[in-house]
């Protein structure tokens, strides 16, 4: 059947957007398609699965709506999530920080320039620049599989958390050893805690609590953070620029860019090591492969 005439692509977007159509059956039905042939399709056209254009879309109005007034809670269920605990934790991924702070600029990184636009119609940007989709891939996947690992954790017993499971085990000399989940995961938090420290010029921070109910709660402080400040540092193609980082002794120079490189590599060591322990204790934990994590986030799993 010919499209003459018709603009297809603005259909779909429709079908993704729909406020009824909260799954990818719902917008392919909605769109008249086969859930394969819509995602392929909006892939092709728009560069970004259906699932994930909504979910950053549907950020962007609730940034604007608190920006509004509206409450947290108001703009949480009205992006359709299910409690104001989860939408908390989106947001603060998506944008930096957390909604109770107003959004200084209410668009999303975007592969196609698509973004919501107040009242309720989508601005496309045609030249618009995402981050780089390597690293922002990097410093999701880190982020997300940290906090999933943190939450297995929860089930370990303390004694059992503490213990050393890989004596002698070292990832990186200055950091001290890694021996237990708990020097695993907390060296997992830190690290990002103390870089950040040295790129804020802050004071190096004290020492937390690191059963992994505290780990958690810390790792959602610095993980907005954190993929703000990558993000900041790839728009304005500042990975050639030198920090000087006075928290060392004596102070040095690093490359920004050999920092994040630094912290994603041994960031990912560490994750392999705490799914050992892991599994020792019995847990089910699945490999952290980043091609499994893309198509559970993309919405294909």
Known sequence: MSESGRDRLRELLDAVLDEDHVTLADMAGGAYSSPFHFSRRLRRDAGEPPVAMRRRVMLERAAWRIAQGSSVTDAAFEAGYESVEGFGRAYARAFGHPPSTPAVRQWLPAPNGIHFHPPTSLWVQSTEQAMNPITEHLVRHDLDDTRHLLDLAKGVPSEAYEATGLPSMQVLGFDGPDESLAQLLEHQVASKEIWLAAIEGADFPPAGERDPVSLLARHDEVA??????????????????????????????????SVFAHVVTYAAARRQLVRHLLRLQGLAVDDGDPLTWLRRRSGEE
């Not at 728009?235 to 860019?257: H, K, M, T």
């Open 224 to 257: 907005p953070r954190w993929l703000a400040t990558v993000r900041d540092l790839d728009a304005r193609g500042a990975w050639g620029d030198r920090l000087v980082d006075a928290l060392c002794d004596p102070p040095e120079s690093f490359v920004l860019g």
